[in-house]
Nanobody, 118 residues
Framework: QVQLVESGGGLVQAGGSLRLSCAAS????????MAWFRQAPGKEREFVGA???????DYADSVKGRFTISRDDAKITMYMEMNSLKFEDTAVYYC????????????WGQGTQVTVSS
């Protein structure tokens, strides 16, 4: 089992920055694909970015160039640096993990709220 705990959310003005953290327990990142999702009020949950077990990353077009995902293997923690935040980035952000190389993500954190004021 993998437990994921997000932190780092908060209130920030448009144009500002935040760094989210996702602390994992139980396993090392090398055997898991990790990702960030977000869900805004009244909207479907959407993919934000992924950090594959290979170390490669992918991002949604809406955040490409503004968000950066990284990890610290020693701390078993994944980070997402969010810069140039926009009002439409407001959402609950979730980190997720999966042991398989495809399909749904099996492990989810509780979410952390990010609110961007315009």
């Amino acid at each position: 089992q993998v437990q994921l705990v997000e932190s780092g959310g908060g209130l920030v003005q448009a144009g500002g920055s935040l760094r989210l953290s996702c602390a994992a327990s139980g396993r090392t990142f090398g055997t898991y694909d990790m990702a960030w999702f977000r869900q805004a009020p009244g909207k479907e949950r959407e993919f934000v970015g992924a950090l594959w077990r290979s170390g490669l990353t992918d991002y949604a077009d809406s955040v490409k160039g503004r968000f950066t995902i990284s990890r610290d293997d020693a701390k078993i923690t994944m980070y997402m640096e969010m810069n140039s935040l926009k009002f439409e980035d407001t959402a609950v952000y979730y980190c997720a993990g999966r042991g398989s190389t495809s399909g749904k993500f099996d492990y989810w954190g509780q979410g952390t709220q990010v609110t961007v004021s315009s």
